[in-house]
């Protein structure tokens, strides 16, 4: 890697440039903002600033990096695509099902290497939890309860909530989109997964048009059921995964980065590392990504799984009880 462009200034974009400083000494990294207007100040972990998706083909760069709004996505990636520069796209890979196929469309048209960002596979837990599920540890599987919840203007306390992208409809926002984390890695789980039923809630407290909270009822081919909830108002955050099988109970805390398993004999620990560094994630997520691109072995997200997660989600609104706000 010499050149690389990020397209975005947002947080994640620019966690990106620095693991990116980080990985690889010496590399050039672009910044290009995602409105593409021109911007006097340089940000950090930056050598310049690119004006505009044409710009980042000109300049030849290695690797581009799609840290935008969703719903800027297609329109940032597309040219990449066509261009056959490697593109990783943040999660979700974009706001509509219909922005997700064209862009997979154009990958598979042009051979281009892309993945996309769902960092939580790369959890040391969520590669146990995926383990155990394949060797069939847990039995049959009955039940599987999904959820997280973290209260929205605590995400990033130096920034209004309401200007994020979590919070507006026209940049992808609303929990389905921002927390599709969970659909990811139930589908990468638990393989294929249909809609049951689906309740979706906005929330006076949070005065937003897009919904707060998210109830979804899924089905594997198994016949397992999956529930999973979605909500930006938990003041303590709270995210976990409960599998309910014929042998036992495994408890999976993200946050805790640990796997608990619950039998009728007493309870085990299977794995804890409470103080990981979330920043592995990240880092792992872009060489596993470099390593597609040269070819070697590799997990990365593909274009394909996240399409299907943004046609699960268009689903899910299309089909779901809207019964008002929370108050």
Request: proline content about 3%; glycine content about 6%.
């Amino acid at each position: 890697m010499k050149k690389v462009a990020v397209i975005g200034l947002g947080n994640i974009a620019t966690r990106h440039r620095r693991n990116l400083k980080k990985l690889f000494p010496g590399i050039i990294v672009y910044s290009v903002s995602s409105s593409e207007r021109v911007l006097s100040e340089l940000v950090n972990d930056c050598d310049g600033y690119l004006t505009n998706v044409d710009a980042v083909i000109q300049e030849q760069v290695d690797l581009v990096i799609v840290a935008s709004p969703a719903t800027y996505h297609l329109r940032h990636s597309q040219k990449f695509l066509a261009a056959g520069i490697p593109t990783f796209i943040e999660k979700p890979v974009t706001a509509s099902f219909d922005d997700a196929k064209k862009l997979q469309e154009i990958a598979e048209r042009h051979a281009t290497p892309v993945a996309v960002g769902y960092c939580l596979r790369y959890l040391p837990s969520a590669k146990i939890i995926k383990k155990l599920i394949d060797t069939q540890f847990v039995g049959s599987i009955y039940n599987v309860n999904i959820e997280i919840g973290q209260y929205l203007p605590d995400w990033r306390p130096s920034k209004s909530y309401r200007e994020s992208v979590s919070a507006n409809k026209f940049l992808g926002g609303g929990v389905l989109l921002e927390l599709s984390h969970e659909l990811d890695y139930a589908q990468w789980i638990f393989g294929e997964l249909k809609l049951v039923n689906s309740v979706l809630r906005t929330s006076s407290e949070l005065e937003m048009d897009v919904e707060s909270l998210a109830d979804v009822m899924l089905i594997n081919s198994a016949g397992a059921i999956i529930n999973i909830h979605l909500d930006f108002l938990q003041k303590k955050p709270w995210r976990q995964c409960h599998v309910i099988g014929s042998k036992g109970r495994i408890v999976w805390d993200l946050i805790r980065n640990e796997v608990i398993y619950h039998t009728g004999q007493g309870t085990d620990i299977i794995f804890s590392d409470p103080d990981w560094d979330k920043n592995d994630m990240y880092t792992n997520m872009l060489l596993d990504f470099i390593a597609e691109i040269s070819g070697s072995e590799n997990d990365s997200v593909t274009l394909e799984s996240s399409t299907n997660i943004v046609g699960l989600i268009e689903k899910i609104k299309e089909k779901s009880q809207y019964i008002g706000d929370v108050k």
